[in-house]
């Protein structure tokens, strides 16, 4: 009882299909878990496992076939009325070239008519923080992948959501810009104390950034395992993190509950 005081939101015995001509794709199967608030999860499993459809039923815009959502900082069931604030950040930045960045930030407070001095106080602190300040009055091509993935956390966080939800974020950025965009965003996150649930591909990715790691079975998709990651740190950025005496142990644990579901085999990248 105590665990699901602490958690801020709570899968139960969740399950979804799709359903078109060719018949009906059973996408995930009695998922269940809890979230606490502040923890920064990350999910891993095959692709076409049934990652994304997951993240959008937390996010509401799927309904369950059965099994429930319920955030606990409401006390109910996801509804339209208790709608817990949600951020979704994708692969994709989707700003708008034709908007400055600093308009491309605002744009959720301006549709939600949200632009109150203390919100657009936030913004400029934010861009502040994160070495955009500069670039405000630039258009998304004139500013690096990295960046332009920085502008749209920013765009997600001045919304202040009590979750963020993020689905491979980072996978459209080269390697070593990813390496490193991914430990800012991260250390941005953590900083900030957010709620987060983060889907990757990227075994070493999901280890350095995240504190728990959920490894989902193949479609339709269940919680094979749930790996608590405690690395010894020196430094505590994701990147030192790379070098905890304990990381090559999580891959490999990581790398056999993959093998196990009839994965190809490692690539040097741990890539799934
Ligand atoms: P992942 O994000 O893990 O790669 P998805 O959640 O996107 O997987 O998809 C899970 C499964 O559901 C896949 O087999 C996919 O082909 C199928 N699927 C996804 N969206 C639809 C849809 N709109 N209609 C039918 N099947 C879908
Ligand atoms: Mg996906």
Redesign the pocket.
Known sequence: MEQIEQSLLELKDLCYS?H?LEGE?I?LSHISFQIKKGEFTAIV?P????????LSLIAGLDTPESGEIIFHNTGQPASPEQKPRIGYMLQHDHLFEWRTIYKNVILGLEINHMLTPEKLELVTKLLKDYDLYKFRDKKPSELSGGMKQRAALIRTLVMEPDILLLDEPFSALDYQTRLSVSSDICSIIRSTGKTALL?THDLSEAISLAERILVLSR?PATVKCDIPVHLTLTDNSPLASRNAPEFKDYFNLLWKEISDENYRQPEQSGKI
Do not use: D, E, Q
């Open positions: 799709y078109s794709t996408a499993g692709s076409g496992c049934g990652k994304s459809t997951l889907i479609r």
